[in-house]
């Protein structure tokens, strides 16, 4: 099949959306499928200042959430002629990533199934892009169900996910639970102190990373708050984060306020492929999630990504992550937003390594048996064909 997967947000960029891209097309490829990519950043950068920022921000301004909404229609405008422009390359089947490329694709007469990576108008509640009760978060609502209802097919990434498109729109999907590529992410211990020599981390400090992007739902704040009572056992531990988002500067107050500027490193985005290199040199994974909004945890890119790497995980119990975790058998779950239950489970694998690395063990096992991206493409292939 000629398959083109499309989105109105940038591609590739930092963020699970683009690795779920990438990866769904690395197994239809190798599946022996022809695969393109069309998102925003084939929009010459003059064109999105211009059309879509510029605008965005002054009318943001002026009425807060105007502008989220009206950046929405811009990128799919700007979506949809990209399409029409590649329509005579008749792609059997558009897969859109979200309701507004949704939108492109019907508008642009392809025929189109969409994924639902989550809960649009709720996560832009929780990031604060528009207000409770506003006209644009019924706005939205109402596009979400426009969207799910004209689409020829619908796929969620979880099970949660799937009831709340059936419980809006009265419409029922299929949950294919996200994916990683099993042969990139993998252990690669044996190379984690010339990792940490290339990036300045100290070889013998205990070292958990946060591959998240800064943002409400994804509980940035709680390994810093969590953070203080490990330095009291382990005070050359450190935390990295891998990301950006709207929460870095309450981050970086809070890490001045406990004074761990020392102990805390906030790399910003970094290449995927860089990534990797941190989950090796790290000695502990956190995702530590948290409901925001109405908004909450899918099956987590990351967490699947730290499992297939062979790092031991401590995540939060929401969402899709419980569905992944099994507690104490291939990785640690606490409770939300607790700081002492966090920290007791971060020293806990400190101070039993073995705990940790069998843990991981039984991690990449599942990984193997479970959330392979070659699995999920046949899942996804099966879908198509019954949409064409």
Not at 61 to 78: E, I, T
Not at 259 to 284: F, M, Q, R, S
């Amino acid at each position: 099949m000629k398959i083109l997967l499309a989105t109105v947000y940038h591609y590739p960029h930092t963020g699970g959306l683009s690795v779920h891209v990438a990866t769904l097309k690395a197994g239809l490829e190798a599946r022996g499928h022809e695969v393109d990519v069309l998102s925003f950043s084939d929009i010459p950068e003059f064109e999105q200042k211009a059309k879509v920022r510029g605008p965005g921000f002054l009318m943001n301004k002026l009425s807060k959430g105007k502008g989220f909404v009206y950046g929405l229609k811009a990128r799919k405008k700007m979506l949809q002629k990209l399409m029409e422009q590649v329509k005579h390359k008749n792609y059997d089947i558009v897969n859109a990533q979200e309701v507004y490329a949704t939108f492109a694709a019907l508008d642009a007469g392809m025929p189109v199934v969409s994924t639902v990576h989550g809960y649009l108008t709720y996560e832009a509640l929780s990031a604060g892009n528009i207000l409770k009760d506003s006209p644009e978060e019924r706005f939205l609502m109402e596009e979400e169900v426009k969207a799910y209802r004209s689409t020829r097919a619908i796929i969620t990434v979880d099970t949660r996910i799937k009831e709340y498109v059936e419980r809006e729109a009265g419409v029922s999907g299929t949950a294919i639970r996200n994916f990683i590529n099993v042969d990139d992410f993998r252990p690669d211990t044996e190379n984690k102190a010339a990792y940490r020599q290339k990036h300045g981390v100290p070889a013998d400090a205990p070292v958990f990373f946060v591959p998240r992007r800064l943002t409400k739902k994804n509980g940035v704040i709680y390994p810093i708050l969590s953070l203080p009572a490990v330095l009291e056992k382990y005070p050359n531990a450190q935390l990295i984060y891998a990301g950006t988002g709207e929460a870095m500067e309450e981050m970086k107050r809070l890490i001045a306020e406990r004074k761990i500027e020392n102990n805390v490193t906030l790399l910003g985005a970094i290449p995927h492929h860089v990534i990797k290199e941190y989950y090796a040199l790290a000695d502990v994974a956190l995702v530590p999630s948290v409901h925001s909004a109405g908004v909450e945890e899918a099956t987590s890119i990351s967490a699947l990504e730290a499992m297939g790497s062979g790092q031991p995980l401590i995540a939060c119990a929401v969402g899709g992550l419980k569905e992944i975790v099994d507690h104490n058998v291939d990785g640690l779950l606490v409770e939300e937003k607790n700081v002492e239950e966090l920290s007791a489970a971060m020293i806990e694998l400190l101070d039993h390594p073995e705990k940790g690395q069998e843990l991981a063990k039984r991690a990449r096992a599942k990984i193997e048996a479970e959330y392979s991206h070659l699995a999920a493409a046949e899942k996804y292939e099966e879908i198509y064909l019954g949409a064409k």
